[in-house]
């Protein structure tokens, strides 16, 4: 019953089902480096961060020891719940960041700008599927505290999922939220701008699945592996910085995809093997633009 209840009141961003945790190059070796080393100003315990989501809630967070803590405050759906997850870290540039981690349906998926104060994260928040997406959501906000010793650190034990379920609900009623089938974040220039900047536009890559291409035609992803007959699925694209792209698109029930790409570099990065194994990929875009020139 305390799972039931985990299940159906914590919020999901699209994932595949958890596996086990653990940070993986193309080549197949596990790279257990210190989250430190990746995440220059993100590694230790003293420098936690604080980020908002429009509508939804703020969070506090500390990454430390290749874990991440979070705890939601203030207001929204997480207020006063505790977290702590294994997560994913990728640098995709200077001050861009992409981060993910398991939760009990699927993968939270975040990408955070410190060059622009930016947040943003491509949520899964009820039954969507293939043919019904109205759940799956992008939710944007702004960071309130960069990474340092003056942040909040997010005190507190891990609340167990008798503990969520009731403060999702009490909050729910606290705050007079929707519930989050009903919530409807609000679109901002970044979401149109990423659509309108990479719809007709192909980008291959080398996946552990095969050679991928991608093409965004407006809410639509066409992914088509090794060549094969290309399938349609309901996509979500949110332009991070000039050049970079977050991208998401729903292949099946409380799943889905979730790559950042550096357009600058002719980077991938990807979090979810083909075998729903968690780990790192960076992978290398082998081209990007006109489909007549990605045939």
């Not at 039954?127 to 010793?149: R, T």
């Not at 974040?185 to 149109?192: E, F």
């Not at 996946?207 to 060549?227: C, F, H, P, W, Y």
Request: proline share 6%.
């Amino acid at each position: 019953m305390e799972e039931t209840l985990q299940h159906e009141t914590t919020t999901q961003c699209l994932g595949l089902p958890p596996t086990g945790p653990g940070n993986q190059h193309t080549d197949g070796t596990q790279a257990n480096h210190a989250l430190a080393f990746k995440l220059d100003h993100l590694g230790e315990a003293d420098q936690p961060l604080a980020y908002d989501y429009v509508g939804f809630g703020s969070f506090e967070l500390a990454l430390y020891d290749n874990r991440l803590k979070w705890r939601g405050f203030d207001y929204g759906f997480f207020d006063k719940i505790v977290s702590q997850v294994e997560p994913n870290v990728s640098k995709v540039a200077d001050d861009v960041y992409f981060l993910s981690w398991n939760t009990p349906g699927g993968t939270d998926n975040v990408v955070v700008n410190f060059d622009q104060d930016t947040v943003h994260a491509h949520l899964w928040s009820g039954p969507s599927s293939v043919d019904d997406y109205s759940d799956f959501d992008q939710i944007h906000g702004q960071i309130l505290c960069e990474p340092s010793k003056e942040c909040p650190f997010p005190e507190g034990a891990p609340t167990g999922s008798f503990g969520m379920a009731y403060h999702f609900i009490a909050n729910s009623w606290k705050y007079d939220l929707p519930s989050l089938t009903e919530f409807q974040p609000p679109l901002v220039q970044s979401h149109t701008d990423g659509l309108a900047e990479l719809t007709g536009k192909p980008l291959q890559y080398k996946g552990d699945s095969g050679a991928v291409t991608l093409q965004i035609n407006d809410q639509e992803t066409l992914v088509s592996i090794d060549r094969a007959a290309a399938e349609s699925f309901h996509t979500h694209v949110t332009k991070i910085a000039d050049g970079i792209y977050f991208i998401s698109w729903l292949d099946e029930p409380i799943s889905g995809d979730h790559i950042v790409f550096n357009k600058n570099a002719m980077q991938v990065f990807d979090h979810v093997t083909s075998e729903a194994v968690r780990g790192e990929q960076i992978l290398a875009a082998t081209c990007f633009g006109p489909a007549e020139d990605c045939s």
